[in-house]
């Protein structure tokens, strides 16, 4: 779909909201990887920027207190990776449907 200003959007609105729809639903299935610790931890993010699962390298866990802090940061640093390169996406393929609208639409379309 071809979109080159905000009339061509608003005369397209009801195309543009089945085809973001089907871009919602494709997101579902598109899966990044964030990762820490050179890959000890990992989580995969799908499109929607649900986490859909958390791993741990063996190498990662000690019984050490202090290394419990520095997981969790590990954790959170690979989650926050995976929901940015999850984010990128989306972004990407819904402004590929709104012709480049998709942040001033976000509140109106999805």
């Known amino acids: 779909m071809n979109i080159n200003n905000m009339g061509d959007l608003l005369r397209n609105a009801g ?14 299935e598109c899966v ?4 820490a ?12 920027q649900e986490v859909l699962k958390v791993t741990i390298s063996p190498k990662a866990v000690s019984t050490d207190p202090k290394d419990i802090e520095l997981l969790e940061d590990m954790i959170l640093a690979a989650i926050s990776q995976g929901v940015e390169k999850s984010r990128a996406v989306k972004n990407r393929e ?12 976000s509140g109106l379309f999805f």
């Open 37 to 48: 610790a050179g890959g000890m931890v990992k989580a995969l993010v799908n499109g929607q």
């Open 94 to 105: 819904i402004n590929k449907v709104t012709g480049g609208f998709g942040e001033a639409l």
């Open 15 to 28: 195309k543009i909201r089945k085809e973001i729809d089907r871009v919602q639903e494709e997101l579902k």
């Open 32 to 35: 990044v990887e964030g990762s």
